[in-house]
């Protein structure tokens, strides 16, 4: 098989999404390009996308089975990483790849996090493990531009940008993994000023870094439980005196992923500095969290952009029968599902990025704006804010648990070949199995659907009956066929809806039945108990949050088809949407009839319940 020259320019999909982002309205909230023409920047976000997409398919990828062999070390307590890891990172750093978000005033070339994005989507496309410390370099420097308080930051920042330097999030402990309720690293407040943590952290994703982002509990259970007693710090792994502020306490054996350091970190009276307010810490994690989100959504997206390829190009060589094995319906159909998963997966993650470019822009912007200025950014910051939070859960979960599906497929084409290492289908498979795990499970990033998706149901229900009584009047009237599928997925939608709704207050329908309209919204926030109501929608909050996702992007390809300046880009972007549709449509149908057929089954009485469930929606009011 040929393999490419570039990775970006030989991606038409990946061109159309960065020539058509919104950058006008990204850029016109960053000083140093709002007087630039849009036109201009474009074109040069293209020629460090052509640049990059270079370096990576002729440096990187004929070396990335080598990199995959190559597994860090511990010596004398210090980490001995992957020689081609160090390498390929000092690579891109030299390019300019490692700075593309960084601000001017720090040496970079100050772009959008979307143009960051492409790059990482480009790298997991060559290696996953890669791309994995690219991601986690970009997230440091989100991080550090956002906090304030950080000693040196500007110079940290620069090392950032040159390669030497990482950072690394540090939540897990052995008996805190999604649950970060039952964190124990305690964090204790000097007379000097500053902090000292003592604790344990485990499965730390570039546990060696330099820099440390530390989750730990700043005030005793008793004064504060679970999530409240929580506070964010940064940590670095050495001082000014060069003394080591962490121990790392071992490595971690791992199926895949091998060349990334992934450790355990002992923190022992480690030197800390607070980020934020005291007591903050959960919802500034969760905050961080989204962007790691996002990039293991685009890690995902370019690993089935990777395993598509493979498996096209095998099927159009390998001939069976008296013919391409491409042209056996069978595989054909396997080819046509992964490409058009594969395009709305990318339109989704644009998507996402967008508003989180926006957030992070107004964030920024609100720091240095008048009194009369606020009002304004925070109204639009509240809009990108609720948008991010929305998406976010969506393309982490969907883009990950696809690029399990799409890899596991790609294995299948090949027949025995996919499982070789020749074809290295099989490390992305491997690798691919993490992401759904990774930054938060699938299952997690399903509840949070479910909750968000009922607090809309909840707080506003009579929106919820006009958006109800408005998809059945577009199951009559709407006449394109692609908007009448869109509609069919957006009954399938609310029908989850009403089926969570109705069985969460199947105990309180007889007193609910006397209240008035009016009162309707009340009786619902005060009628009822998730712990003992909300059965059916944790059952099937992952049926319901693959429906969500199949909406929202089927939602984006129709945008994007409108948006599409000339005939022929519009007459392709429908046919990318209606593909999406034939294939979607009727996966949203089968969840729905699934939960249907499930809950005829008995359920059990109290159902468990996360604590973030009943907070803040959920808590009764009197």
């Not at 969460?504 to 005060?526: E, G, H, N, V, Y």
Request: proline letters at 4%; one cysteine or more; aromatic letters at 8%.
């Amino acid at each position: 098989m040929r393999s490419s020259d570039n990775f970006f320019s030989d991606d038409e999909d990946l061109g159309f999404h960065i020539q058509y982002y919104p950058w006008d309205e990204v850029l016109s909230l960053m000083p140093h390009w709002e007087k630039e023409d849009t036109s201009s920047v474009i074109n040069d976000a293209s020629a460090i996308l052509d640049a990059v997409g270079a370096l990576i398919a002729k440096e990187f990828n004929p070396h990335t089975d080598e990199l995959s062999e190559q597994i860090p070390h511990l010596e004398n307590g210090n980490v001995q990483q992957a020689p081609l890891m160090q390498k390929m990172i000092s690579q891109l750093a030299e390019l300019g790849a490692m700075s593309t978000t960084v601000p001017p005033q720090n040496g970079g070339m100050g772009m959008p996090i979307m143009l960051g994005h492409a790059i990482l989507q480009m790298i997991a496309r060559a290696d996953i493990s890669l791309s994995n410390v690219f991601a986690y370099s970009m997230g440091g420097l989100k991080i550090l531009q956002t906090f304030q308080g950080i000693d040196n930051v500007d110079e940290i920042i620069k090392s950032f940008a040159a390669g030497k330097e990482l950072g690394a999030m540090a939540l897990t402990e052995p008996q805190a993994g999604s649950d970060l309720s039952q964190i124990r690293t305690r964090a204790t407040k000097m007379p000097e000023g500053h902090w000292n943590l003592r604790g344990q952290k485990i499965w730390i994703t570039c546990g060696h870094a330099e820099h440390h982002f530390v989750l730990a509990r700043s005030r005793p259970e008793k004064e504060a439980e679970g999530l409240q007693g929580l506070s964010l710090f940064y940590v670095p792994a050495f001082l000014k005196d060069g003394t080591r502020n962490i121990e790392i306490g071992g490595l971690e054996k791992k199926i895949g992923h091998h060349p990334v350091v992934t450790a355990s970190i002992n923190y022992n009276d480690s030197v800390a500095t607070l980020l934020g307010k005291e007591g903050e810490g959960f919802s500034l994690m969760l905050h961080l969290m989204n962007h790691a989100r996002v990039a293991t959504a685009s890690m995902a997206l370019g690993g089935c952009e990777r395993v598509l390829r493979i498996a096209s190009s095998y099927a159009k060589e390998r001939v069976t029968m008296g013919q391409p094995i491409a042209e056996h319906p069978m595989i054909a159909e396997y080819l046509d599902d992964m490409e058009i998963t594969t395009q709305g997966l990318r339109a989704l993650v644009f998507e996402c990025l967008f508003h989180e470019d926006m957030e992070f822009c107004l964030r920024l912007k609100l720091k240095d704006a008048s009194e009369e200025e606020k009002t304004s950014i925070n109204k639009q910051l509240k809009h990108h804010y609720w948008q991010a939070r929305l998406l976010t859960p969506l393309v982490k979960y969907f883009a990950s648990e696809e690029f399990v599906r799409l890899s596991r497929m790609s294995i299948q084409i090949l027949g025995g070949v996919g499982y070789m290492k020749e074809y290295s289908v099989g490390r992305f498979h491997t690798d691919s199995l993490l992401l759904p795990i990774y930054e938060g499970t699938s299952q997690i990033q399903s509840l949070m659907v479910l909750k968000d998706r009922l607090k809309f149901v909840f707080r506003a229900p009579s929106k919820f009956v006009q958006e109800m009584a408005k998809v059945q009047y577009g199951l009559l009237s709407e006449m394109d066929p692609l908007q009448r599928k869109l509609v069919r997925m957006r009954h399938i939608y609310t029908q989850f809806l009403q089926a969570f709704i109705l069985d969460a207050l199947s105990d309180q329908m007889k007193s609910l039945a006397s209240s008035s309209f009016r009162t309707l919204s009340t009786a619902w926030k005060t009628g009822w108990d998730p712990k003992k109501s909300l059965h059916l929608g944790l059952k099937h909050a992952e049926r319901f949050t693959k429906v969500v996702s199949y909406l929202s992007t089927a939602e984006i390809l129709l945008k994007r088809a409108e948006q599409a300046q000339t005939n022929e880009e519009k007459e392709h972007r429908r046919y990318v949407a209606e593909r999406f549709l034939n294939i979607y449509e009727v996966r949203s149908r089968n969840a729905l009839e699934e939960m249907k057929s499930d809950s005829k089954n008995s359920k059990t009485s109290r159902p468990i319940v996360p604590k973030f469930f009943s907070q803040p929606l959920f808590r009764k009011t009197t």
